[in-house]
């Protein structure tokens, strides 16, 4: 049974501005289950360089690193919220595990969809989940509003450049930005093209945030590298389809019980 309902102005704002904040979509209890794993992982990872990134530590499909962070991933809070905030049935695109290191440098302004090989979707959305408080001095996101409407994509991301974006998409450069701190248990949804940032760490922790992004179920693949979809020999234009890229009712249906910890 999912009754996780978000009020006609949460879904309204979403529309108008390409993101929005939700309030402890998960418990402090699955806080501390999730992280408690993450950090599990990194540990086993230990000397391998993961963890020590400049900017970003990304576990890209953690679902299929460590099962237990199928739950997250696949909670039904998080699938209830995007499908109401999109309107559409949605599929997973891929998660990822994102920590920023104490000291570790902004994420600068990009938009995912450039950076994601898929075509044919019109409602990709993300769905950033605080793992720890996550205040402006922790690297909390950054949203420029109603930027999911710019129809002008940027081609190249590079997420350690402050200029990359603006340079593709100059209007961008003067438009005013929210930043958004989130309490451990809240998070934040925003269209893929909206134009997005996180500030450094300059705290003495890491920062640990899960983000789910999920698609139309039309997708198709578009051919780039992408680490996702390297070495699945998918076709351009082929559907996303298969075991890697759930349609997120048929997964919620096969485990209702997915959000225990
Ligand atoms: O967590 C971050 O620093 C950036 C996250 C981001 O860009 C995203 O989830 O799209």
């Not at 450039?114 to 989940?129: E, G, Q, R, V």
């Not at 605080?130 to 081609?155: E, I, N, Q």
Request: with cysteine.
């Amino acid at each position: 049974m999912n009754d996780f309902t978000l009020s006609p102005e949460l879904i309204k704002s979403f529309r108008e501005n390409g993101f929005v904040r939700v309030p402890q979509i998960i418990s402090a209890e699955e806080v501390a289950h999730y992280r408690s794993v993450i950090v599990r992982y990194l540990d086993s990872q230990a000397g391998t360089g993961l963890g020590q990134e400049p900017v970003l530590t990304q576990i890209v499909n953690h679902w299929r690193v460590q099962p237990e962070m199928r739950g997250l991933t696949f909670h039904p809070h998080v699938i209830a919220a995007a499908q109401q905030l999109t309107g559409v049935k949605l599929r997973l695109w891929h998660d990822q595990t994102l920590v920023k290191k104490p000291g570790g440098q902004p994420t600068e302004f990009h938009q995912g969809l450039p950076h994601w090989a898929i075509a044919d979707t019109a409602h990709p959305i993300s769905c950033w989940i605080a793992l720890c408080d996550v205040p402006a001095r922790k690297g909390c996101m950054s949203f420029v509003p109603g930027s999911h409407r710019y129809t002008k994509l940027a081609s190249k991301i590079d997420v350690g450049d402050p200029g990359c974006l603006f340079r593709q998409c100059p209007d961008l450069e003067y438009e005013s930005f929210v930043s958004v701190p989130l309490k451990a248990g809240d998070c934040t949804f925003h269209h893929a093209v909206t134009a997005h940032a996180a500030h450094p760490n300059r705290t003495d922790e890491p920062r640990y945030a899960h983000v789910v992004n999920s698609v139309d179920l039309t997708t198709t693949f578009r051919p780039m590298k992408h680490k996702v979809t390297d070495g699945l020999g998918l076709q351009p234009g082929q559907r996303l389809e298969g075991e890697l890229f759930p349609v997120l009712d048929e997964i919620l249906a096969a485990l209702p019980a997915a959000a225990a910890v």
